[in-house]
């Protein structure tokens, strides 16, 4: 069935350094993929999206990769800061209705100053 | 633009109870999904709805229901609670061509 997973469930980085955050999907006719932050007390917030049929999709200081043939997704953040420190859930949709993703089980990014 | 809002913020219940919990969509926006999110997990969907009608359903037992007023605001029911039922819920709204989700705060149900 289907199912969204991420491969560590927590990362620690320094203030500054890039992080990356690793998601495994299983579904191959998934069409559509976003990454969201959490912050203790308050809802997931959008950062990013990408398409299936694009393998990469640059925003503010973020990124996200999709590798199709190993059915894989991943989450750059550039120069980390300490307001990045969230959980970050990385959900995956058939078609673009947003609002019936099937999330994953989330990545606690801590940022050490 | 007060987003999406929900109520209450928290809520204690006995089990057997039943319970309601509200939510008003982001400004411009006519569909409503509920999520239930247990603790270190992620989100779970549950039902969407879209003019007032029930669209898309996960993978949650009949006493989850929900409804949808014409002014787009929306209500998750919950019937004879069970402890495995305490989990934050989440209300997210989008636009018409529901290619963006935006989520309020949740409201955290606690079941005794």
């Known amino acids: 069935g289907e199912s969204v997973g991420l491969h560590l469930p927590t990362l620690s980085v320094q203030e500054g350094d890039n992080s990356i955050i690793n998601c495994a999907y299983s579904n191959s006719a998934s069409d559509y993929f976003i990454w969201y932050k959490q912050e203790s007390g308050k809802g997931p917030q959008f950062i990013i999206d990408i398409r299936s049929n694009m393998d990469k999709r640059q925003g503010q200081r973020v990124t996200v990769l999709l590798n199709k043939t190993v059915k894989h997704l991943s989450l750059q953040i550039a120069a980390t800061q300490p307001g990045d420190s969230a959980v970050y859930f990385c959900?995956?949709?058939?078609?673009?209705?947003?609002?019936?993703?099937?999330f994953g089980d989330g990545t606690t990014l801590t940022v050490k100053p | 633009d007060a987003g999406v809002t929900q109520s209450p913020t928290h809520l204690i219940k006995t089990r057997g109870q039943q319970v309601t919990l509200r939510c008003s969509p982001k400004s411009g926006h006519d569909t409503v999904s509920w999520y239930q999110q247990a603790l270190g997990q992620g989100p779970q969907f549950i039902f969407q709805y879209y003019e007032e009608e029930e669209r898309q359903r996960g993978n949650f037992p009949d006493r989850f229901s929900g409804h949808q007023f014409p002014n787009y605001s929306s209500e998750l029911n919950v019937n004879a609670l069970l402890l495995g039922d305490s989990a934050l819920y989440l209300c997210?709204?989008?636009?018409?061509?529901?290619?963006?989700?935006?989520f309020g705060q949740g409201t955290r149900l606690t079941v005794v």
């Open positions: 997210a709204s989008s636009g018409r061509d529901r290619v963006r989700a935006f």
């Open positions: 959900a995956e949709n058939l078609g673009t209705n947003a609002g019936k993703s099937t």
